[in-house]
């Protein structure tokens, strides 16, 4: 354990300023983001996008959502307990383990597919349009975590609006 005051011991410089370089693409997936949340429920969408970078140890998606997430009204419990979910279902309601789970199958693709009683839970808990704005939001969410992770983007500078 570190007896450093300073809350980030060692800090790692970015690979690659990508959207420098590559403006328009970042541009195209500020749109396509924003596109994607549409209709979706502010709540499920930030434990989407914090469960799928989770699992894709984006640590500067990670930081930002889970700073929106608190801005925005969430629990530090919920958030902590997310990683862990499938042993702390009450924490979440039907329609956000549905959400959750779809999210794993999507950014996993373990199999190469998303499991039919999977999608089947979640299209009962969301209309078509509503399952498709999900879908779209958790593949933009799994791009973003793999700029991030790729170029070793450098988290703990976000700051949510809204944060005191």
Request: proline share 4%; hydrophobic share 45%; with cysteine.
């Given at each position: 354990?570190?007896?450093?005051?300073?809350p980030h011991?060692h800090e790692?410089?970015?690979r690659?300023a990508?959207?420098q370089h590559?403006?328009?693409?970042?541009k195209?997936?500020?749109k396509?983001?924003?596109?994607a949340r549409?209709g979706?429920d502010?709540?499920i969408?930030e434990l989407?996008?914090i469960?799928?970078?989770?699992?894709?140890?984006c640590?500067?998606c990670l930081d930002m959502?889970?700073?929106?997430?608190?801005?925005?009204?969430?629990?530090?419990?919920?958030i902590i307990?997310?990683?862990?979910?499938?042993e702390?279902?009450?924490?979440?309601?039907?329609?956000?383990?549905?959400?959750i789970e779809?999210?794993?199958a999507i950014?996993?693709l373990?199999?190469g597919?998303?499991?039919?009683?999977?999608?089947?839970?979640?299209?009962a808990?969301f209309?078509?349009?509503?399952l498709?704005q999900?879908?779209?939001?958790?593949?933009?969410?799994?791009?973003?975590n793999?700029?991030?992770?790729?170029?070793r983007?450098?988290?703990?500078h976000y700051k949510?609006e809204g944060a005191k």
């Amino acid at each position: 354990m570190s007896t450093s005051s300073e809350p980030h011991v060692h800090e790692h410089t970015p690979r690659l300023a990508w959207a420098q370089h590559a403006p328009e693409v970042f541009k195209a997936m500020i749109k396509l983001d924003a596109a994607a949340r549409k209709g979706l429920d502010p709540v499920i969408y930030e434990l989407v996008k914090i469960r799928a970078s989770q699992i894709n140890r984006c640590a500067l998606c990670l930081d930002m959502h889970s700073k929106d997430a608190l801005a925005a009204g969430e629990s530090v419990e919920r958030i902590i307990q997310l990683s862990a979910w499938e042993e702390s279902q009450h924490f979440y309601t039907a329609k956000e383990i549905a959400a959750i789970e779809l999210t794993e199958a999507i950014t996993v693709l373990t199999d190469g597919f998303v499991p039919d009683e999977v999608y089947a839970k979640a299209a009962a808990h969301f209309d078509e349009a509503e399952l498709t704005q999900l879908i779209a939001a958790i593949t933009v969410i799994n791009a973003w975590n793999r700029f991030g992770v790729s170029t070793r983007q450098v988290p703990g500078h976000y700051k949510a609006e809204g944060a005191k």
